[in-house]
């Protein structure tokens, strides 16, 4: 696989096809590997995200409950190297 965006097909035929494809390989798998796929996802975003922008993720995602930050900071205070 490359990097590169060229595409030889019109790109919303490759979009389409991108589309079906990702459809197949979900529909065939079973939910463990659908949710370790999702967790992997969701971890290496957020492992990328500086200190202010996972706190923003995290009051975000409980409609602006800081509560939900505070929570998880107390929960992982002891946490070390």
Same mark, same amino acid.
């Given at each position: #696989? $490359?990097?590169? $965006? /060229?595409?030889?097909?019109? !790109?919303?035929?490759?979009? /389409?096809?991108?589309? +079906?494809?990702? @459809?197949?390989?979900?529909?065939? #798998?079973?939910?463990?590997?659908?949710? &370790?796929?999702? !967790?992997? &996802?969701? !971890?290496?975003?957020?492992? +990328? =995200? @500086?200190?202010?922008?996972?706190?923003?993720?995290?009051? @975000?995602?409980? =409609?602006?409950?800081?509560?939900?930050?505070?929570?998880?900071? +107390?929960? $992982?205070? @002891?946490? $070390?190297?």
């Amino acid at each position: #696989m $490359t990097e590169s $965006t /060229a595409h030889r097909l019109p !790109y919303p035929q490759f979009e /389409a096809i991108c589309d +079906k494809f990702a @459809n197949e390989i979900v529909d065939n #798998m079973d939910l463990d590997t659908l949710l &370790q796929i999702a !967790y992997d &996802q969701l !971890y290496d975003y957020y492992t +990328k =995200c @500086n200190d202010l922008e996972l706190e923003e993720e995290v009051t @975000n995602h409980y =409609c602006g409950d800081v509560s939900e930050w505070q929570r998880l900071l +107390k929960e $992982t205070n @002891n946490v $070390t190297a």
